[in-house]
């Protein structure tokens, strides 16, 4: 930075808000923290955003081809593996049109959106489900965060309602201070994380409600012996009534309703 005499600028002169290496200096490691948090927050509050269903699920999955089958990829998964992403995706898109729909993302009587569809904004599944609020013509937002394969947004999240993150902390919180339900699909860590961090919310009771939903059955029952766990003594019986099995988008959304997702009051028509 140089100035207005054309002399170089020091750091010592610049504004704090200006000087990129006072920022990131590992003492303002808490400062840069709260601005991460803070940037989401107010860009939320902005869009008027009161509550989200959070969708998480493998980055892997891609949308599938007219006879079903998913498109060529560069690694082909195990046998059966790229049907599963693939019905998984479309799975997700139709999942993310109907509570974009029904649940209240499009403005209710007092102006705030519900239920708005929310991703990791990345590719696969995260995709699929903000495309399927997309094509409802409904806002759905994309927490973004910075890995070192560098995940680059899908095309489908409503502009503006795209933040990218340097902290996973940070980053999980808003995954969760306004969900009102969780869908976990198909996925690997990251997956896996973020579901028990919201299946440890609610089994110590951090949060009330918040219905979660794991989408097929026959792949959650094989990755996670929840029955194990019980036996164990790692969990109580009643851990695993936290959440549900369902096999399609709209046996998703009834046990969402079961469990007791608010559905706000629409806008009235003049």
């Not at 200006?18 to 923290?33: A, K, P, T, V």
């Not at 209710?108 to 699929?128: F, K, L, R, Y």
Request: aromatic fraction near 8%; glycine fraction near 10%.
């Amino acid at each position: 930075m140089s100035s207005r005499s054309g002399k170089p600028v020091s750091s010592g002169e610049r504004l704090a808000i200006d000087d990129r290496d006072f920022l990131r200096r590992e003492e303002m490691r808490s400062h840069r923290i709260a601005l991460e948090f803070e940037r989401a927050e107010l860009g939320l509050q902005d869009r008027a955003i009161e509550s989200t269903i959070v969708v998480f699920g493998s980055a892997r999955a891609v949308a599938g081809r007219a006879g079903g089958d998913a498109e060529p990829r560069t690694e082909q998964p195990p046998n059966g593996i790229g049907a599963l992403l693939a019905q998984s995706y479309e799975v997700a898109r139709e999942f993310g049109r109907i509570a974009s729909e029904r649940g209240g993302a499009f403005a209710s009587d007092s102006g705030m959106h519900q239920n708005v569809v929310t991703t990791g904004a990345g590719p696969g599944i995260m995709e699929a489900a903000n495309r399927g609020a997309y094509e409802a013509g409904a806002p759905t937002i994309g927490l973004n965060i910075e890995i070192p394969s560098e995940q680059t947004p899908n095309e489908y999240i409503t502009p503006g309602l795209c933040f990218s993150f340097h902290y996973f902390a940070i980053r999980k919180m808003h995954f969760a201070m306004r969900a009102n339900a969780l869908v976990a699909f198909p996925g690997g860590f990251g997956t896996l994380d973020e579901l028990f961090e919201i299946l440890t919310l609610k089994q110590t009771r951090k949060t009330d409600g918040l219905p979660v939903i794991l989408f097929c059955r026959d792949y959650w029952k094989r990755i996670v012996d929840f029955d194990a766990l019980v036996q164990f003594g790692m969990i109580g019986k009643e851990d695993v009534e936290l959440f549900q099995f369902v096999d399609s988008a709209e046996e998703a959304w009834q046990v969402m309703l079961d469990r007791g997702l608010t559905i706000p009051t629409p806008l009235k028509e003049e």
